[in-house]
């Protein structure tokens, strides 16, 4: 989440790799690849039409040396807020059950609806100057889908300590938490580095396969982004956006000021 100025577009750019098996989508909107709703939606549409009997691997990742600070701050407004909201959650629904494998490449911040996207990924690969987290809570707010699949994702005290006290993992403690599938070296292109672990691992395999796979192993992933999501976004619509705090964060945030706290 930041308080960067909006740019009027969207900026993704995309590209098929590997004799088309491989689908690469960039967030590249300065500054931090911020997610506004514009920017959600293409992402979607990208999603849905990275499919083919040959595609093996779609890979997400910010430019500019961050995956992305999070959603619009902006947009975390009263207003906008339901819209945001629905707009992000049909596109971790997708992720999560997207049957090519989605694998994000993490380097710099990843934070707020950026950490959340990437816990929704089947693999992680990080550099070692990655930092994930969510420090909704610092807002007067909490992030819905960390609520609902953190614990599943990244064990629950570790889980409990991002969602409750906004705390950050390093790339390493990530990977300790079982996040991350790979720090990659200091020194080498990351991209090089991600796809030399793709022609290892699921280049030689049957696409056919690693997508019957796919839906097989993402069973209660999607259970738990089901319902239950849906369960939490009402109560954050209800409670969260309507209440002193809620608003106050936000709009201190904005304004770069401290809160003032009314507990309610």
């Known amino acids: 989440m930041t308080n960067e100025p909006e740019s009027p577009h969207p900026c993704i750019a995309s590209d098929l790799l590997e004799d088309a098996?491989?689908?690469?989508?960039?967030?590249?909107?300065?500054?931090?690849?911020?997610?506004?709703?514009?920017?959600i939606r293409e992402l979607s549409h990208l999603i849905s039409e990275a499919e083919g009997p040959r595609l093996r691997l779609i890979v997400l990742q910010g430019a500019g040396g961050h995956f992305s600070y999070g959603t619009s701050i902006e947009q975390h407004r009263e207003q906008e807020a339901p819209d945001l909201l629905a707009s992000f959650h049909r596109l971790v629904r997708q992720l999560a059950a997207c049957p090519t494998p989605v694998?994000?490449?993490?380097?710099g911040n990843c934070f707020g609806g950026g950490f959340e996207l990437v816990l929704c990924c089947h693999f992680v690969f990080a550099q070692s100057n990655a930092r994930f987290a969510c420090p909704e809570i610092k807002l007067g707010v909490f992030p819905p889908v960390l609520a609902a699949i953190g614990a599943m994702r990244l064990g629950g005290p570790v889980a409990e300590r991002m969602l409750l006290a906004g705390t950050?993992?390093?790339?390493?403690?990530?990977?300790?938490?079982?996040?991350?599938?790979?720090?990659?070296p200091d020194g080498r292109n990351p991209e090089e580095a991600l796809m030399e672990?793709?022609?290892?691992?699921?280049?030689?395999?049957?696409?056919?396969?690693?997508k019957q796979a796919s839906r097989a192993g993402r069973a209660a992933l999607i259970e738990a982004l089901g319902e239950p999501l849906a369960r939490i976004e009402r109560l954050y619509?209800?409670?969260m956006l309507s209440s002193h705090d809620g608003k106050e964060g936000i709009e201190a945030f904005l304004a770069r000021?401290?809160?003032v706290w009314k507990e309610q």
């Open 237 to 239: 619509i209800s409670t």
């Open 21 to 39: 098996t491989v689908f690469r989508i960039l967030i590249d909107r300065p500054k931090g690849n911020i997610l506004t709703i514009e920017l």
């Open 257 to 259: 000021r401290d809160p």
């Open 168 to 184: 950050s993992l390093d790339a390493v403690q990530a990977h300790h938490a079982g996040l991350i599938t790979e720090i990659l």
């Open 197 to 210: 672990w793709y022609r290892r691992h699921l280049r030689p395999l049957s696409a056919f396969a690693l």
């Open 103 to 107: 694998a994000a490449l993490v380097e």
